[in-house]
Nanobody, 122 residues
Framework: QVQLVESGGGLVQSGGSLRLSCAAS????????MGWHRQAPGKERELVAF???????NYADSVKGRFTISTDNAKNTAFLQMHNLQPEDTAVYYC????????????????WGQGTSVTVSQ
């Protein structure tokens, strides 16, 4: 019905930048809200950025000022722009969010993408 697919991960040097994308496909009317989470090896998954239906954003203190979350509803895609990446940002990044579907008025779907890996070298 609906699928979230992340892309844009990779290997980058410390201080570098990456932009992650999360494309919502299927019976998608619009993205209502979206969060980017990450899970580093041996650590709990954490929420690093969130955007609501009004465009209000929130960030974890560890990424504030370096990461920017946004959505493009014309493309049904969410983004996470990451600057000044550090080795501690190394993790698998997941998007998770709610979309309004075209199935029925008021129907929504919530789900997770499969993740994209980000590795930051010294």
């Amino acid at each position: 019905q609906v699928q979230l697919v992340e892309s844009g991960g990779g290997l980058v040097q410390s201080g570098g930048s990456l932009r992650l994308s999360c494309a919502a496909s299927g019976k998608v009317l619009r993205i209502n809200n979206m969060g980017w989470h990450r899970q580093a090896p041996g650590k709990e998954r954490e929420l690093v950025a969130f955007i609501d239906s009004g465009g209000v954003t929130n960030y974890a203190d560890s990424v504030k000022g370096r990461f920017t979350i946004s959505t493009d509803n014309a493309k049904n895609t969410a983004f996470l722009q990451m600057h000044n990446l550090q080795p501690e940002d190394t993790a698998v990044y997941y998007c998770a969010g709610e979309v309004a579907t075209t199935q029925a008025i008021g129907e929504t779907w919530y789900g997770w993408g499969q993740g994209t890996s980000v590795t930051v070298s010294q």
